[in-house]
């Protein structure tokens, strides 16, 4: 995003929220009042919740913050505040049934289309380079990714169609399986993105060894060939805390997987389908992913390692915006904003390429990091404690990257997302790494012996 003058500003802007509540809409209309308002699982809001939510977030910071205008129904507040109740309570509250909800978020957006036409996008810090205007953008679409993990939650017949990835480019046999990343100072984070949000801020110098990173993400093949070890049956390849859990919970496969015959079938939106080999795996918690790595002779990356492999540029020195360069993501170089509906197969997207030649780092699934959710240093909460800062800690695991249900608006090289370890229902998977000097012939046994980790549901 490099838009200059206010009249960019404003296409700009219009035109990412314009795209935003297309999405909203078509997630929130290809279903009836009744799975609006039923809650599909624990984990999530009803949709109908989103809805409003989303609404509801756009009128405080567009309209009341930036705008200076009274509440339109101050009433609705305390229902919509996440942090007031969470996902599991939120089908008990009086919400706005799917109509008026529909009719306040119109109403919103008429009003906030308005105030876009007479903004000036200067002086104030939310008005500067349309900040506050990029931040409503990408909270609506991380809320219609929200709503796509629910919809691949839901029971019923399908309700989303779109058409799948391409099939994988030639040269993916000859592909290596890992890439060297030279060790040396990076710059992490950014200070200059416009509508970049506080934790992925500010920039900062990271000293990173040396180290091999996977070239793709890792696939259901591989990972089917860690569940035919008995790889869930191995305290060895398990952290404690992931053994524990996987003990507790009896899982056995990723999330959606059944075994049929001599191989694995899987549930994607409704539709029952053999686990296509090539496509990376997915619906794996960061205890499993850690388990996989482990058992691989490998780790995950830090996420200091993923974001230098994604934007150091080791020719000019820089880090760029993306692993490809500046440009903004196009459909020819990552696989993003719902175009489709699962992972493309590794190795696509050549255009979309690090300078190292590691692919599919944007889009597909997200990856999950071998790091804790942490500030950078020079952190400072903007525009409200509660976007990150109340978030950061050991009990959060940080994910990179976007999954194929993140819109470009809402990715970039430094964009951070963060859940708990135990969280499957998300578009993630991962893929590995390990240090540059030769690793130990057989990497030691883990002891299994901790209590249990909580679990509990972000409160987003
Ligand atoms: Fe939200």
Redesign the pocket.
Same mark, same amino acid.
């Given at each position: 995003m490099t838009p200059t003058g206010t009249e960019a500003l404003r296409d700009l802007v219009a035109s990412n929220l314009a795209t935003a509540r297309e999405r909203t809409e078509l997630l929130t209309g290809c279903v009836d009042d009744g799975d609006l308002v039923r809650q599909h699982s624990p984990l999530m809001s009803p949709l109908v919740w989103d809805l409003a939510?989303?609404a509801n $977030?756009e009128e405080l910071w567009l309209l009341r913050e930036v705008g200076g205008r009274e509440p339109m129904r101050p009433e609705i507040d305390p229902l919509y505040d996440?942090f007031e109740h969470p996902r599991a309570e939120r089908p008990t509250l009086p919400l706005l049934p799917p109509g008026e909800a529909r009719a306040y978020a119109h109403e919103v957006r008429g009003r906030v289309l308005d105030l876009v036409e007479a903004a000036t996008f200067t002086g104030a810090r939310l008005l500067s380079g349309a900040f506050a205007f990029g931040m409503i953008a990408q909270?609506e679409q $991380?809320?219609d990714e929200t709503m796509l993990i629910t919809h691949q939650l839901r029971k019923g017949a399908p309700a989303l169609t779109a058409p799948p990835p391409a099939a994988p480019p030639a040269d993916v046999p000859s592909l290596p399986r890992e890439v060297l990343i030279p060790g040396g100072p990076f710059t992490m984070g950014t200070s200059a993105e416009p509508w970049a949000l506080d934790n992925e801020r500010p920039a900062h110098a990271v000293t990173v060894p040396a180290f091999y990173l996977d070239t793709t993400p890792v696939t259901n093949a591989a990972f089917a060939e860690f569940l035919a070890d008995g790889g869930y049956d191995d305290p060895r390849w398990w952290s404690p805390a992931g053994w524990a859990h996987r003990q507790r919970t009896g899982q056995t496969a990723p999330l959606y997987w059944r075994r049929e015959g001599s191989g694995w079938v899987r549930t994607r939106f409704g539709v029952r389908e053999p686990v296509p080999p090539a496509e990376p795996v997915m619906h794996v918690s960061w205890y499993e992913a850690d388990a996989y790595a482990a058992w691989a002779g490998r780790r995950l990356p830090t996420e200091a390692e993923w974001e230098k492999a994604a934007r150091h540029d080791p020719v000019t020195g820089r880090s760029r915006r993306f692993p490809w360069g500046d440009e903004d993501p196009t459909p020819d170089r990552a696989n993003l904003g719902q175009c489709h509906l699962q992972p493309a197969p590794a190795g696509s997207y050549p255009r979309g390429a690090s300078p190292a030649g590691v692919r599919q780092m944007i889009g597909d699934v997200w990856e999950w990091t071998a790091s804790d959710f942490l500030p950078y240093p020079g952190f400072s909460a903007w525009p409200y404690r509660e976007y990150s800062e109340v978030f950061f800690g050991s009990e959060y695991k940080t994910l990179r990257g976007g999954s194929f249900g993140v819109a470009p608006v809402a990715c970039r090289g430094t964009f951070r997302n963060w859940d708990y370890p135990i969280r499957r229902q998300i578009f993630a998977g991962f893929r590995t790494a390990r240090d540059a000097e030769p690793p130990a012939p057989h990497p030691p046994p883990r002891p299994s012996q901790l209590p249990p980790a909580p679990g509990a549901g972000v409160s987003?």
């Open positions: 939510h989303v $977030q996440a909270h $991380q809320h987003r």
